[in-house]
C-alpha cells in the first residue's frame, strides 16, 4: 500500500506509517512531499483543517498512490480557552475523503496572556526557547508546554487514527452502513 503524505517532517512520516500498518495490516510505503498548508504557520481554529485537506489535495497532483494524507497542528479557540489540536485529511485513490481531529491541549497562560496582547504564537515560543536556552529546531509543541510530559505525536496519532476508522469494514463499523 503507498500512501503520500504532505510533509516531510519525519515524526508525521513515522505516525503515518504506524497508523496505517495497524489500521490495515499490510505492508506501508509511505512517501513524504513537501506540500504546501495554504495557511499561516500556526494556524487558527478552521486554518488547520483546511491546511491538511490543502496538503493531502496537493499530494494528489503528484503522483499515484492508494491514499493522500495531509495532517496540521494548530489552535483553537472554545469556550474562551486556546487550545492545540491535530487534524488528519485522508483521501483515498477512489476520492473518498476522511477526516478526524484530536482532543486539544490547553495552552499555558504564559503564551496565552501573550497572545491576547498581539503577539504570534511562533514568535512567543521562540522568545520562550530562547529564554529557557532550548534548541531552537524543536517543533513538539506540547513536549514544550508540558516540559515534556506528553508529545504532540498524541495528537496527530489520534487525528489521523479517528480518520482511518471509517474505513475499517466491519458489520458494527456504523461507517460502513449505508
Given at each position: 500500500?503507498?500512501?503520500?503524505?504532505?510533509?516531510?517532517?519525519?515524526?508525521?512520516?513515522?505516525?503515518?506509517?504506524?497508523?496505517?500498518?495497524?489500521?490495515?495490516?499490510?505492508?506501508?510505503?509511505?512517501?513524504?512531499?513537501?506540500?504546501?498548508?495554504?495557511?499561516?504557520?500556526?494556524?487558527?481554529?478552521?486554518?488547520?483543517?483546511?491546511?491538511?485537506?490543502?496538503?493531502?489535495?496537493?499530494?494528489?497532483?503528484?503522483?499515484?498512490?492508494?491514499?493522500?494524507?495531509?495532517?496540521?497542528?494548530?489552535?483553537?479557540?472554545?469556550?474562551?480557552?486556546?487550545?492545540?489540536?491535530?487534524?488528519?485529511v485522508v483521501i483515498s485513490k477512489d476520492g473518498i475523503v476522511q477526516i478526524g481531529y484530536s482532543s486539544g491541549l490547553l495552552l499555558p497562560p504564559v503564551v496565552v496572556d501573550r497572545m491576547k496582547k498581539g503577539e504570534k504564537h511562533n514568535d512567543i515560543m521562540f522568545s520562550i526557547d530562547t529564554q529557557l536556552n532550548l534548541p531552537d529546531d524543536n517543533r513538539d509543541t506540547w513536549s514544550r508546554y508540558t516540559g515534556g510530559g506528553i508529545s504532540r505525536q498524541v495528537s496527530l496519532e489520534e487525528a489521523l487514527r479517528n480518520a482511518l476508522i471509517q474505513s475499517v469494514g466491519s458489520e458494527n463499523n456504523l461507517y460502513s452502513h449505508k
Open positions: 500500500m503507498k500512501i503520500i503524505v504532505g510533509t516531510n517532517n519525519q515524526k508525521k512520516l513515522d505516525v503515518v506509517q504506524s497508523a496505517f500498518t495497524n489500521t490495515y495490516s499490510t505492508a506501508v510505503q509511505v512517501v513524504g512531499y513537501n506540500a504546501k498548508s495554504g495557511v499561516p504557520e500556526a494556524p487558527h481554529d478552521k486554518e488547520t483543517y483546511d491546511g491538511a485537506r490543502n496538503r493531502a489535495e496537493e499530494c494528489q497532483k503528484i503522483g499515484q498512490a492508494d491514499f493522500y494524507v495531509g495532517i496540521e497542528s494548530g489552535l483553537v479557540e472554545r469556550y474562551g480557552n486556546y487550545f492545540e489540536e491535530a487534524w488528519a
